[in-house]
């Protein structure tokens, strides 16, 4: 494991679920009978009920499991590990970072190459990382600090780029990653919003009205993964007073 990795233990499916919901996971690794029972259909309601959230089963090479994990492979199981097999650490990371990678993300990120070319290498990876773990940056200083640069050399080299402000860059990244967390039909808007690190959910919502146009209720069952890549995009490089001006407006709003 890296530094900044951090593992949630859950001891029952209840508490499982609990943690699906509110933890900003990247993946989860579980053993379906891990609680004495094999329990397949808890397990295959779970990935169906949130399948942006990658699942990996870790399991034995038992005849039960082999068929638990066909059930479950055709209800979206993303990997599986056999206990002593293809678990040493090296290859249990690679599996988990396979798993955990999140295509809409990758789709951005292309798009957004053009911007991205014209940036420093270490704050390319910072700002990738955001997108990825919106959670974890709550401000444009959060970023600079990352990626080792003072806070004006941040909003110079954005800037030089033409990307909208490294603010509403933070803004945006949540806001994509809580589109994608809507899709699923396991999460409210609250659960969204704890994940994503808001205060108020009300604050959540306003952003994805603001960023993308659209009330989180529409957004969840009428935009596509496509178009909401695009209005991202737009919104990354639209212009900065026209942009901080939406935002600041949508802020005072929830005040």
């Avoid at 870790?58 to 599986?80: K, T």
């Avoid at 970023?143 to 941040?154: C, E, F, G, H, I």
């Avoid at 396991?186 to 993308?212: C, M, N, Q, W």
């Avoid at 935009?223 to 026209?242: C, H, P, Q, Y």
Wanted: proline content about 5%.
């Amino acid at each position: 494991m890296d530094a900044h990795d951090h593992v949630c233990v859950a001891d029952s499916w209840d508490r499982l679920e609990s943690l699906v919901r509110l933890e900003p996971l990247s993946v989860v690794v579980f053993n379906p009978a891990a609680d004495g029972i094999m329990d397949n259909s808890r397990a295959c309601r779970l990935i169906c009920k949130y399948n942006s959230i990658p699942f990996v089963a870790y399991v034995p090479v038992d005849a039960a499991f082999v068929r638990g994990i066909a059930h479950m492979s055709n209800e979206g199981l993303q990997d599986v590990v056999v206990y002593h097999s293809d678990d040493s650490p090296s290859r249990f990371r690679k599996t988990l970072e396979r798993a955990s990678s999140i295509p809409q993300v990758t789709t951005l990120v292309r798009k957004l190459e053009p911007w991205l070319q014209l940036l420093p290498l270490p704050l390319v990876e910072v700002l990738t990382d955001d997108l990825q773990q919106p959670h974890e940056y709550a401000s444009a200083e959060d970023v600079a600090a990352a990626a080792r640069m003072t806070l004006s050399a941040l909003y110079r080299s954005f800037r030089i780029a033409g990307l909208n402000s490294p603010k509403s860059f933070v803004v945006g990244a949540r806001v994509f990653r809580g589109y994608v967390y809507l899709k699923d039909a396991g999460f409210s808007i609250g659960d969204v919003a704890i994940k994503l690190g808001y205060t108020h959910p009300r604050i959540f919502a306003h952003h994805i009205e603001t960023v993308l146009g659209e009330c989180p209720s529409k957004i969840r069952h009428s935009l596509d993964d496509e178009e909401a890549v695009n209005r991202i995009v737009s919104w990354f490089g639209s212009s900065t007073a026209s942009s901080h001006k939406r935002l600041n407006q949508h802020l005072a709003g929830v005040a």
